[in-house]
């Protein structure tokens, strides 16, 4: 990225810089990691053979985000056990979480990307905010990092609160299948992206053979529990069941 580094910063640069240090709580030293953090891969960037899209920084930012989450559910509930804990986390960095911080954080406005219209750009707000946790890593190292994530999770969750909602949710699921008699299989496979190179876990669920929501995690059962997670928010929306999560 040194091509970037020697640029004079124009007026629109200026104004960006300032910006992303209101949003992010402190001053941005390299602007040219953000301007990759906000740039999505549709409208990536060549360079010299290499692309520059923010997808890289983005899996910086997800391990980061993951590991900064737990050491706070971690230090906040001494008596959680792993099971608890990872359903905590999992109710803080879903996709609907993150991609509700983004545009709170009015990241959207920011983001350099191309719709073809082929398909919608899901979850392009939340993926950024990865990206921006991890641009932040590079340019001012894992301390500012944990500074600015706590941050969000102060003014974004309750965490007393939060502990108190939660549970099971693949045993919620299933009650909520059997009270209402419908057919729900779970699949859980070792996955690996292109952007990684360790395996995780993914966990696809089916109402009926029909896809309803998948999750993602380093455990099968963090996996299908973000997958449950998902599948009991797509029910609660689309589905005429009166639902109620404490049942």
Known sequence: MNF???KRKTKEEKELSDTLSKIIGFKVKNLELFKIALRHSSAGITHL???YNNERLEFIGDAIL?????DILYI???KANEGKLSILRSAIVNRKSLNKIAEDLHLDDLLVFRNTGNSPMKNI???SFEALIGAIYFDRGYKYCKRFITAIISEH?????LIKQSSDFKSKLLQFMQKYKLEISFYTFENCELNEKVHHFCCEICLNNLFLSEGKGWSKKEAEQKASYSALDVLKKNIFIDYKENQ
Request: charged share 20%; proline share 5%.
């Open 49 to 51: 053979g290499k692309i």
């Open 125 to 127: 707000a939340g993926n």
């Open 157 to 161: 969750f309750d965490l007393k609160n």
């Open 4 to 6: 970037f580094l020697f």
């Open 66 to 70: 993951s590991a900064v989450v737990s």
């Open 76 to 78: 906040e509930f001494p």
